[in-house]
């Protein structure tokens, strides 16, 4: 009794409008010091912030106040990506509208993207375009990319850039979670582990192996969801393991760049200038930071793309800084938390790898630039200024969206009529289509994207009337009845 009453308080309109409230403040004084620095460009500034606010009050007064539905997820990636609007507009004015054109595409996407993992029977149609179209934006940068910092990931259009290895990223999860419910044969298991092989194998080709390292790190992360098996996961690395040192062997200029990594100090003015800048400004910026445009890491190359997170720690203080990190910590485990009530195993293996994609490259970036780990160029989720970083942040961000079993709620539905009614068939709960359906325990081959929990449908009583066990087994609503 007391779980329910502090459930329906956690979930009240009002408590989320008080949450909700504080974070507008932070934003509209953050704006405003943005805005008063801004000189020639205050009115444009003024215009990006004040659509920035229109669209996220919009997106909670429908969503949340009028529809109901959970909004933890938007506050948390609006609130990142205001900090990435407001720090390009302080230190580049002229590129907040790019970045603030893809955060608007983003935030369509993401409800355009919910909207069609709603329907499992789409989903599963797309499997074999969705592989195709990873492969191809993949195969596309390398025959018409430009090569920049020593990795060919960008199609320069105009004086647009793009990386389409990021939007690639919501392509892999989408084809590895759909490709689960096929596993079960070994010709299935070959075509993924084809698949995820030849997008690294490209991404490698392109020289960018920090995203090479995230596309690894997330199909480890959906074979162990699919398996289970950590000794089949050991031996994947171990593959892996002895592939990169063959690449370091026949490749010496990929040692190369990792020749600084645990000797910045002794290169601070040569390989370890980026990292060495982050400590010593992040340091100086303490709990509460120096003030928003008031830094030094500013001034450095790449500060408001790789080193973000040295920048946020000396403006805005390690508090703010620590609490970024801490948002794909809990992405995690708020993925982890909804895939046990997931109404499919299609959205908890997509939502688990989704967030772990964006901790393991949030990781890279943390401890990148702090020297904890190879400094790889990887962008900080959100946060970081690029307008393909953007989209692929808000696209991945849709899948945790999608496991949350209250997204997509069940309604009473009429069951599908029966042209072949087959003895034997497992039941199993609403796909999307307006109907109840079933399917077969052994004759078909059981689909990753069926409800997880269709064998509790019986004792529930909740989701209608069984057709029948597998196996033949005899529902336990009939066994009950017969010992009466």
């Not at 959970?70 to 970045?99: C, D, G, N, Y």
């Not at 990223?169 to 299935?188: E, M, N, P, W, Y």
């Not at 390292?213 to 959906?222: D, E, G, K, V, Y």
């Not at 393991?241 to 000797?263: D, L």
């Amino acid at each position: 009794m007391k779980y329910r009453t502090l459930s329906k308080i956690a979930d009240s309109r009002f408590l989320w409008l008080l949450i909700y409230v504080p974070v507008l403040a932070f934003q509209l004084i953050y704006a405003g010091k943005v805005i008063s620095a801004a000189g020639d460009m205050a009115a444009t500034i003024t215009t990006y912030f004040t659509l920035f606010i229109l669209i996220e009050t919009g997106c909670f007064v429908f969503f949340k106040l009028i529809l109901g539905k959970r909004f933890e997820l938007e506050i948390a990636a609006f609130m990142l990506s205001f900090l990435s609007i407001a720090i390009t507009a302080s230190v580049s004015p002229k590129r907040t509208l790019v970045q603030f054109i893809t955060f608007a595409a983003g935030v369509g996407i993401y409800y355009a993207f919910v909207w069609f993992l709603k329907n499992t029977r789409w989903i599963s149609t797309m499997r074999v375009p969705a592989a195709l179209g990873a492969v191809g934006l993949l195969a596309a940068t390398v025959a018409l990319g430009t090569t920049y910092n020593g990795a060919r990931n960008w199609i320069m259009i105009g004086d647009i850039s793009i990386q389409p290895s990021e939007l690639a990223k919501i392509l892999f999860i989408f084809v590895g979670a759909v490709t689960l419910d096929k596993l079960q044969s070994i010709r299935s298991l070959s075509k993924y582990i084809l698949f995820a092989a030849c997008c690294i194998g490209i991404i490698f080709v392109m020289k960018d192996f920090g995203t090479a390292l995230i596309f690894f790190a997330t199909f480890l992360i959906i074979s162990f969801m699919r398996s289970g098996d950590i000794k089949k996961i050991m031996l994947i690395c171990g593959a892996a393991a002895v592939g990169a040192v063959a690449i370091v062997i026949f490749k010496p200029y990929v040692a190369n760049r990792f020749m600084t990594y645990r000797h910045i100090w002794e290169n601070m003015d040569g390989g370890g200038y980026q990292q060495t800048r982050v400590l010593i400004y992040s340091a100086s910026g303490g709990l509460f930071g120096v003030g928003l445009g008031n830094g030094q890491l500013r001034r450095v190359f790449a500060a408001t793309e790789d080193l973000i997170f040295g920048v946020l720690c000396e403006e805005f203080g390690l508090i703010i800084a620590f609490t970024v990190a801490l948002t794909y910590v809990a992405f995690a485990f708020y993925a982890i938390k909804m895939a046990k009530t997931a109404r499919s195993t299609f959205y908890s293996i997509a939502a688990c790898a989704a967030a772990g994609l964006m901790l393991f490259q949030a990781a890279l970036n943390i401890f990148g630039v702090t020297d904890l780990l190879p400094l790889t160029g990887v962008t900080l989720p959100f946060v970081s200024r690029g307008g393909s970083s953007m989209l692929s942040s808000w696209g991945l961000l849709a899948f945790l969206k999608a496991v949350d079993p209250l997204t997509y709620p069940v309604k009473k539905l009429s069951p599908r009529p029966q042209t072949d009614a087959v003895p034997g068939a497992e039941y199993a709960d609403y796909l999307g289509d307006g109907y109840d359906d079933s399917y077969l325990a052994r004759k078909a081959p059981k689909s990753g994207i069926y409800i997880s929990a269709a064998k509790n449908a019986y004792a529930s009583g909740s989701t209608g009337r069984a057709q029948g066990g597998a196996e033949g087994r005899t529902p336990p609503s009939t066994r009950s009845k017969r010992k009466r």
